[in-house]
């Protein structure tokens, strides 16, 4: 399965973590490059971006991800729009 964690805090980077020491393909996007660095070595994929419209989702490849987590936490206007994309 290809995973895709929108938001790389506490939640996410651990998520991303278990996710790729179970073998799974992992994509992590955040828009912070330090989160980036602290989980590049660990995931398939991780790209610095802020996912603002289906654009943006479209430009990482969302349709090729099986599943989506969003774990923004300090944005919840940010984490609804993204799910209603």
Known sequence: MKFCIIGLGR???QLAKSLSEHNAEV???DSDEHEIAGVQNYV???IC???IDTAS???IGIENIDVAIIGI???IAQSIL???I
Request: glycine share 10%.
């Open 11 to 13: 939640f996410g980077k």
């Open 27 to 29: 994509l992590a996007i």
């Open 44 to 46: 398939t994929q991780a």
């Open 49 to 51: 971006t802020e996912i």
């Open 57 to 59: 989702l479209e430009a």
């Open 73 to 75: 936490g300090e944005n």
């Open 82 to 84: 993204i799910a209603a």
